[in-house]
């Protein structure tokens, strides 16, 4: 069965600062890993989609890569705001379409 | 474009009542999943579907139903109530045509409480 980890389960960052959030997974045969974003009482909105292919994404200040081998993704995001206070979830695809999500890093950027 | 669509926001049933939880997506999407979300457990998928007439069971399918007549719209059913399905519920979609490009869509979620 596979496992999604995100550590750490929450953190406070000062305004500015770069964001690390880590997710790892037990089974390398993925097809592709999306990250999310969840705000309080609202549903997920897609942020990046990482191709089994690719190493890297992306978008504006968000980086996220991508290591099968060690099963392990990272979502950077640059010179944080207090708008990006919110819960990132990662979740992977696997060959039965089957979809496996991370408890969540839930984020507070500190104005 | 709309996207995914769930219908109702949010609802409150006694136990032992009965419902049914409405997913739209206008995308033509093949793919689609119920979900639910509870505190400190993450998104557990109940069901899903590849395709119009077809369904299958998820990591937690006992206690519902669903059925997916339509291409576009993808029902989960609550026979009986119970407290243990209070839940948000969220449905999303995703085509698989886009092979490994193909990311997915979610709705804005169902806040259900049974009491």
């Known amino acids: 069965k596979q496992e999604v980890t995100q550590i750490p389960a929450a953190l406070s960052v000062p305004e500015g600062e770069n964001l690390v959030l880590n997710c790892s997974f037990t089974d390398s045969a993925i097809y592709n890993l999306q990250w999310f974003r969840q705000d309080p009482g609202k549903g997920l909105t897609s942020l990046l989609l990482i191709q089994s292919s690719q190493r890297e994404q992306t978008s504006g200040r968000l980086n996220a890569s991508l290591d099968k081998s060690s099963g392990r993704s990272t979502l950077y995001i640059a010179a944080s705001q207090p708008g990006d206070s919110a819960t990132y979830l990662c979740?992977?695809?696997?060959?039965?379409?089957?979809?496996?999500f991370g408890k969540g890093n839930q984020v507070v950027v500190i104005p | 474009n709309a996207g995914v669509t769930q219908t109702p926001k949010f609802r409150v049933l006694k136990t032992g009542q009965s419902m049914t939880l409405l997913c739209a997506q206008d995308?033509?999407?093949?793919?689609m999943y119920w979900y639910r979300q509870d505190p400190g457990m993450g998104l557990r998928l109940i069901h899903y579907?590849?395709?119009?007439?077809?369904?299958a069971k998820g990591e937690v399918p006992d206690g519902y139903n669903v059925s997916r007549l339509k291409k576009q719209n993808f029902l989960l059913g609550l026979e009986s109530a119970a407290p243990s399905q209070t839940s948000v519920y969220f449905c999303?979609?995703?085509?698989?045509?886009?092979?490994?490009?193909?990311?997915?869509?979610f709705g804005n979620g169902t806040r259900l409480t049974v009491t």
């Open positions: 979740a992977v695809i696997r060959g039965n379409n089957r979809l496996a």
């Open positions: 999303a979609s995703r085509d698989p045509s886009q092979g490994l490009a193909s990311p997915l869509h």
């Open positions: 579907s590849v395709g119009e007439g077809t369904t």
């Open positions: 995308m033509n999407h093949e793919y």
